[in-house]
T-cell receptor
């Protein structure tokens, strides 16, 4: 069974630009959660989608948004990038709300 | 605000040592306590604990939860260099998302 895949794996952007990251969950998983991981703050929850609906949202500014498609694939978008947005962005999928399987992450560097 | 605190933040041990990693939590509505291992990128699931006092084991790793004192420990016996990783503890999930601690970085040297 294929795991969670995320694209791209690495990304370099400049301040003010916008970026879109993609996550394909494990087949049959309908819940996709996104996390931001930085050395100082650890893993912080961004949002969760279930059946194309945002079910939960973390404490991030409106520049961070996401969506989920009918095939459960999810995208997250960050607009007007800031230096502090440099981080590893992880997505995780689960069949129910329990055991979450993480993807390899997208390393975003903002210069 | 729900909070998960891990200690120590980092640890260096020699191969063969036994280590204990700590995780304490303060949450409004406890659901379960999860442990993950993160080596390079993707955290991989280790244990989920919901009941107090019941040890979960997987090879040289074991974990236990104390719901009265609000903490969990992860033990690794006979450590190997392959155990070097960041170990993450999280509370949840359910209808609200996982709350993660900042992790313990374990380095095992030969």
């Amino acid at each position: 069974k294929a795991g969670v895949t995320q694209t791209p794996r690495y990304l370099i952007k400049t301040r003010g630009q916008q970026v879109t990251l993609s996550c394909s969950p494990i087949s049959g998983h309908r819940s996709v959660s996104w996390y931001q991981q930085t050395p100082g703050q650890g893993l912080q929850f961004l949002f969760e989608y279930f059946s194309e609906t945002q079910r939960n949202k973390g404490n991030f500014p409106g520049r961070f948004s996401g969506r989920q498609f009918s095939n459960s694939r999810s995208e997250m978008n960050v607009s007007t990038l800031e230096l502090g947005d440099s981080a590893l962005y992880l997505c995780a999928s689960s069949r129910s709300s329990y055991e979450q399987y993480f993807g390899p992450g997208t390393r975003l560097t903002v210069t | 605000e729900d909070k998960v605190v891990q200690s120590p933040l980092s640890l260096v041990v020699h191969e063969g040592d036994t280590v204990t990693l700590n995780c304490s939590y303060e949450v409004t509505n406890f659901r379960s306590l999860l442990w993950y291992k993160q080596e390079k990128k993707a955290p991989t699931f280790l244990f989920m604990l919901t009941s107090s006092g019941i040890e979960k084991k997987s090879g040289r790793l074991s974990s236990i939860l104390d719901k009265k004192e609000l903490f969990s420990i992860l033990n690794i016996t006979a450590t190997q260099t392959g155990d070097s990783a960041v170990y993450l503890c999280a509370e949840g999930p359910g209808n609200t998302p996982l709350v993660f601690g900042k992790g313990t970085r374990l380095s095992v040297i030969a």
